[in-house]
């Protein structure tokens, strides 16, 4: 009968085939994630559209960063060690205390917050030289990016005791309304040589 | 006394083994679910820059890369000590760029197109001036959702 030649299939070989296919794996992985600065690119200009004046910007609503090939900063004209940028940067987004010199206020009305008295559009813009090293151009692009989020993060745990990753949807747009991303990349200019 | 090196003796049994594959089976299915494979065969040296607020990239099938950075020891004869641009497999130029984009929007799905991110690994020792030179050539192409690679850390 086929019954009693039905034998056990040795399995004492599994174990080894399993190992080798895990050591094949174990070596290909890489676990790493991918983590970076997140922008967005503005879209070309048309060839055709002129030089509007109706987007041109008050002075005092911008904020002038510029980054030399000595990697040195240069903001609001005067040259700043990277270490005060952040508070600078923070200092110009919200104004607090209405300076002539900062960026202007207004009175607008946000889900959540009821009507704020908060800045008008303000602008930050970073310039740098073809010889800037790319290392600094991303510290300084952390330092803005940071600004803005320790001002979100304020902002959200006062009025939502959270930090603002981790709002609901509605409250991050009421939030983001609150603290526009700021961070404009200039159209570049071709300054300076290698 | 000898009550105790009786018990002894008898307890030196073999180990049973009998459920071994299936501890190797497990860790096996782990590595093959989180496995990613080398996308690439970097032949740049290519060290990304620290950043505090660097955010985890999602969907990976929705990401291409652009190395940048000095070529590698064997490769320096050849290209030179000069910051290069590696896409895939190969050295490119800049105008190369506008190419590679439309071919991998391509292999995307229609509905993800939009979502397309390029993550710029870019050695920090680059010089702006080619970084430029790709990100208006990515402008160009409309790829306009950019991650500047960098590695998390929590303090500058």
């Known amino acids: ?194 | 006394m000898s009550r105790f090196s009786k018990k002894e003796k008898k307890s030196t049994g073999q180990i049973n083994t009998a459920s071994l594959p299936d501890i190797v089976f497990m860790l096996l299915f782990f590595f093959m679910t989180t496995t990613v494979m080398k996308e690439v065969n970097l032949m740049i040296t290519v060290k990304v820059p620290d950043a505090t607020e660097a955010r985890k990239l999602e969907k990976k099938s929705l990401v291409s890369y652009i190395y940048m950075g000095q070529p590698l020891r064997s490769f320096q004869k050849m290209f030179g000590t000069e910051p290069r641009i590696q896409l895939n497999d190969q050295f490119k130029n800049v105008v190369d760029i506008a190419d590679f984009i439309a071919q991998e929007r391509d292999a995307m799905d229609e509905n993800d197109r939009n979502k397309m991110t390029v993550s710029l690994k870019i050695d920090s020792d680059t010089r702006m001036g080619t970084v430029i030179d790709v990100k208006q050539s990515l402008r160009r192409a409309q790829a306009l959702k950019i991650s500047y690679s960098a590695r998390k850390v929590e303090e500058l």
Request: aromatic share 8%; net charge negative.
């Open chain 1, 1 to 194: 009968m086929g019954k009693k030649e039905l034998s056990p299939i040795n399995a004492g070989s599994m174990a080894d085939i399993a190992f080798l296919l895990l050591i094949f794996f174990l070596i290909t992985t890489t676990m790493d994630v991918d983590t970076g600065l997140q922008r967005r690119l503005p879209r070309l200009p048309d060839e055709d559209q002129q030089e509007d004046s109706s987007d041109k910007i008050k002075e005092r609503n911008v904020f002038v960063v510029l980054v030399n090939k000595h990697d040195e900063l240069l903001v609001e004209s005067k040259p700043m060690d990277i270490h005060q940028l952040r508070q600078k940067a923070k200092e110009f987004i919200a104004n607090p205390n209405n300076a002539e010199n900062l960026p202007e206020k207004e009175i607008k009305e946000l889900p959540y917050f009821g009507s704020v008295f908060i800045t008008k559009n303000p602008v930050i813009s970073l310039t740098n030289d073809r010889g800037t090293s790319y290392g600094m151009y991303i510290r300084v692009q952390n330092e803005l990016v940071a600004a803005k989020q320790e001002l979100r993060d304020d902002i959200s745990i006062q009025q939502f005791g959270a930090k603002f990753d981790e709002l609901t949807e509605s409250q991050t747009d009421a939030v983001k309304n609150y603290y526009p991303s700021v961070l404009s990349e200039a159209e570049p200019k071709n300054i300076g040589g290698k």
